[in-house]
């Protein structure tokens, strides 16, 4: 299928932190391949040229761009850049974002500070800078990545991490609303435990002393389809809300987790 065609796309968050399929590097292949010309948003080059050189044939459609999403200078350039080159924006896929560990006696205020900048502020700021372009259109739709961790306990404490994506779920229900009239639909993603590369990089060393299999099974067991889905799976609802068959679905959530949430374990 080719449901973008003609559509222009910003994908924040199109790098990854090792190889494999992350949440964004998916997402903005995937856009690529279903027609789309995509703004790839990153703050580290190298994680962008990788994207790049999986996406294959794909690669012509896919024009990366380095920009910090918590510093609203770079995001406003990076919105206004995206317009000067492709004249439009018609899907935001905001999926930058990143957990660290601790409660609140635990975690130093700083810590709390920089969640909150990555994982809230980057959603905001891009809303900002990229939905007058939508509204001055009447059309446009906006998928924020959140998580699980947003709606339940999922294994560790990571406050700051559930409080923010959870404030990314509330962000777009409000923005939805605010906009339904103006032709902008806005929906979030709730990826579950899924298996990407900042789970070996990343949250194998936070929670399981480096074991990277122990953590993959831990998590696997609490997933009631048995099988750890990927950043393929987050890409595929992203697209699903973003498209026109999802034209009559606006400010909701469709979450990609085996089942997990559903349980009562």
């Given amino acids: 299928m080719r449901r973008f065609a003609g559509k222009v796309a910003i994908v924040t968050g199109a790098g990854c932190v090792g190889p494999g399929w992350g949440h964004g590097r998916a997402t903005a292949i995937r856009l690529a391949e279903e027609g789309a010309q995509v703004l790839a948003v990153d703050r580290d080059p190298a994680r962008l040229e990788e994207t790049l050189r999986d996406a294959g044939a794909a690669r012509e459609a896919i024009t990366p761009w380095l920009c910090d999403v918590t510093i609203g200078d770079s995001v406003a350039a990076m919105a206004a850049g995206c317009v000067e080159r492709f004249g439009t924006i018609d899907v935001l896929i905001n999926n930058v974002g990143g957990s660290a560990a601790g409660g609140p006696v635990e975690m130093s205020e700083d810590v709390w500070d920089a969640q909150v900048d990555f994982n809230l502020q980057s959603v905001f700021l891009t809303c900002k800078h990229v939905l007058p ?103 595929s609802a992203a697209l699903f809300l973003a498209s026109d068959e999802a034209r009559f679905i606006t400010g909701t959530e469709l979450v990609v987790d085996g089942g997990m949430t559903a349980r009562c374990d």
């Fill in 133 to 235: 372009t939508m509204l001055a259109r009447r059309s446009g739709a906006i998928v924020n990545v959140a998580s699980t961790s947003a709606l339940r306990w999922t294994g560790s404490a990571q406050v700051a991490y559930a409080a923010t994506k959870a404030g990314v779920i509330q962000l777009s229900r409000v923005v939805a609303v605010q906009h339904a009239g103006h032709g902008v639909r806005v929906n979030t993603v709730v990826p579950g435990q899924l298996h990407t590369p900042m789970v070996e990089s990343r949250l194998a060393g936070q929670r399981a002393g480096g074991d990277v299999e122990a953590l993959l099974a831990a998590r696997q067991k609490r997933i009631p389809l048995g099988f750890m889905g990927d950043g393929r799976d987050t890409a």
